[in-house]
């Protein structure tokens, strides 16, 4: 993939195209030119960088959840399996660059390769265009809303929410199915949650249940940082 394919699946484009040449450089590819390297070091800031930033989003679209249940959050979505997904997404495993026997040998690019340049990427970014950018790409591809819907255990954003109406002697939250599609082995569940006060908010899962987790994680999402009703 060219350099100019990728920068626009991922929505940046680089002033120093450098830092993605070196991004997307794994350690088994030949050096080409002096001072060439491979993308640990970028690896290592992107990731503090993607902790920082989901770290301020959890803060902000979790307004009543207490310092643990942000850190299982986190911890729920900054994982390899998620940043291979966003590697996929952006087409990373056709852009990075190895040695080539390791693709003769139908290794190919692994998961963890993958998740790793996603890393460097977003420290790329944050080098070449500050915090904002940085947290635009997270933003944009990491998909932070949908991932509520599949909080860590411990946190249960159906009770959360209840006792939140109840703090502000509201009626229990309404739950109603929308809807129920595909095979009985793969269907999605899609639900809305309704709280006076409030608009109404919608959430999909695997099971019923699920669904509703996620559309009271997308109300909790919307409620006010300081406490009491929406005006």
Same mark, same amino acid.
């Given at each position: 993939m060219?350099?100019?394919?990728?920068?626009e699946r991922i929505g940046y484009r680089f002033s120093d195209p450098d830092l993605l040449e070196e991004a997307l450089r794994h350690g088994s590819a030949p050096?080409?030119?002096?001072?060439? *390297?491979? $993308?640990?070091?970028?690896e290592f800031l992107g990731d503090a960088v993607l902790n920082l930033c989901v770290a301020q989003e959890m803060y902000r679209m979790l307004p009543l959840a207490g310092e643990g249940v942000l850190t299982k959050a986190r911890a729920s979505i900054i994982n390899n399996r998620n940043l291979a997904r966003v590697g996929e997404r952006i087409g990373v495993p056709a852009s990075l660059r190895i040695d080539p026997s390791v693709r003769r040998k139908g290794v190919g690019i692994t998961r963890k390769m993958a +998740?790793? +340049?996603?890393?460097a990427v977003i420290g +790329? %970014?944050?080098l070449d265009g500050g915090h904002d950018a940085a947290l635009r790409f997270v933003q944009g591809h990491f998909r932070l809303p949908d991932l509520m819907g599949a909080l860590v255990a411990g946190f249960d954003a159906k009770s959360r929410l209840q006792e939140w109406c109840q703090g502000e002697h509201? !009626?229990? &939250?309404? $739950? *109603?199915?929308?809807s129920a599609d595909? &095979? !009985?082995?793969? *269907?999605?569940f899609r639900v809305e949650v309704r709280v006076e006060g409030l608009r109404p908010a919608g959430g999909a899962g695997k099971s019923r249940k699920e669904a509703e987790m996620a559309a009271?994680?997308? /109300? %909790?999402s919307l409620l006010p940082a300081g406490g009491?009703? /929406?005006p």
């Open positions: 060219s350099r100019g394919s990728f920068e050096m080409q030119e002096e001072g060439e *390297r491979s $993308y640990e070091r970028l +998740a790793d +340049a996603v890393e +790329a %970014i944050f509201l !009626p229990l &939250p309404e $739950y *109603r199915l929308l595909g &095979p !009985p082995h793969d *269907r999605v009271a994680a997308k /109300t %909790i009491g009703r /929406t």
